[in-house]
Every structure is written in structure tokens, then in C-alpha cells.
């Protein structure tokens, strides 16, 4: 037998949970990336992705106990780089079963330092 776990509210396409205002958004869809939407459990509204990696860490997030939500692109920060200032959009923020919140980027391996394991 099916059970339904989860708890939300759904109003039609504007679901009652967690509001959020992504800092970047796609001007133009182009190039071989998927882009979508995924119904989040544990936001209560749609998760904006960019790409089949970010689908799967998606998945990640809405089944891990240690996640409690999540947003996606949720601020740009601005950092110095020599004489220029840099903008820089992490993928996600986490919020964490023990208060704590962390930003992740999501990367193919192949795209990463490899002098860091």
C-alpha cells in the first residue's frame, strides 16, 4: 500500500512553503543544459535547476535526514580579486539539521581542482 508522507500545502502553481527570490536567474536558455523545475517536499514550492547534476543533488537534498530545506541561488556575493570585484552565485544553500546553514556549488568532477581531493 501507497502512503503519502509529506506534509505540505499545495495551492495550485503557487504552493504554500518556503518563500525565496533566486539572486540570478536565466536570461537566455541556450547550450545543451537541462533546466526545470522540481516539486520540492521539503520547500513547498517549485526548485529551479540548472543542469542533471543539480537535478540529482535535488533528489540528495529531499531525501537526506541531515537536510531540513533548501534553497537554490539564494544570494550573490561579492568578493576582490587583485584591483577587480568578483560576483560569485553558489548553486544551493543547505539549513541543517543542527542549525548550521552551508553553501555548495555542484560541479562535474572533471571541472574540479585536481589538486584537492
Not at 504554500?16 to 521539503?42: D, E, M, N, Y
Not at 539564494?74 to 548553486?91: A, H, V
Request: glycine share 8%; proline share 8%.
Amino acid at each position: 500500500m501507497t502512503s503519502l508522507s509529506w506534509k505540505g500545502t499545495w495551492h495550485g502553481l503557487a504552493p504554500a512553503g518556503l518563500p525565496h527570490q533566486r539572486a540570478r536567474t536565466i536570461l537566455r536558455h541556450t547550450g545543451g543544459i537541462v533546466r526545470g523545475k522540481f516539486p520540492s517536499r521539503k520547500t513547498g514550492r517549485m526548485v529551479h535547476h540548472e543542469g542533471l547534476l543539480e537535478l540529482d543533488a535535488i533528489y540528495h537534498f529531499e531525501t537526506s535526514p541531515l537536510i531540513l530545506a533548501y534553497t537554490e541561488q539564494p544570494e550573490t556575493i561579492q568578493y576582490p580579486d587583485g584591483n577587480r570585484l568578483r560576483r560569485y552565485t553558489p548553486d544551493f544553500e543547505l539549513f541543517l539539521a543542527d542549525g548550521s546553514s552551508v553553501f555548495v556549488e555542484i560541479k562535474p568532477n572533471d571541472h574540479c581542482d585536481s589538486r584537492h581531493p
